[in-house]
Nanobody, 117 residues
Framework: VQLQASGGGLVQPGGSLRLSCVASGFTLEYYAIGWFRQAPGKEREGVACISNNDDSTYYVDSVKGRFTISRDNAKGTVYLQMNSLKPEDTAVYYC???????????WGQGTQVTVSS
């Protein structure tokens, strides 16, 4: 069982990145997926999530209108499209898969996003 996050990098303010989270060893369609981030010296915070039943989404206020979470169950992949990036978006981004109604919970290894000029 593995979640592999990728797509991070260095980008200038106002730029875009697309993060990917690929699931292996389990069926992604049965899991709600969340993206979290942790900046140096700060607690990990939830950024966005997408349900597994109706694809409803949730975003933290600080990223609403700029980030979009989506999923492709056939490819076992969840995406986080990040536009209009700001320096305060700099963090390590993690994906998480949680099966509804259970304690089954998987974390990816994290991908670094740095927004700087």
């Amino acid at each position: 069982v593995q979640l592999q996050a990728s797509g991070g990098g260095l980008v200038q303010p106002g730029g875009s990145l697309r993060l990917s989270c690929v699931a292996s060893g389990f069926t992604l369609e049965y899991y709600a997926i969340g993206w979290f981030r942790q900046a140096p010296g700060k607690e990990r915070e939830g950024v966005a999530c997408i349900s597994n039943n109706d694809d409803s989404t949730y975003y933290v206020d600080s990223v609403k209108g700029r980030f979009t979470i989506s999923r492709d169950n056939a490819k076992g992949t969840v995406y986080l499209q990040m536009n209009s990036l700001k320096p305060e978006d700099t963090a390590v981004y993690y994906c998480n898969a949680k099966r509804s109604g259970t304690i089954i919970n998987y974390w990816g290894q994290g991908t670094q996003v740095t927004v700087s000029s």
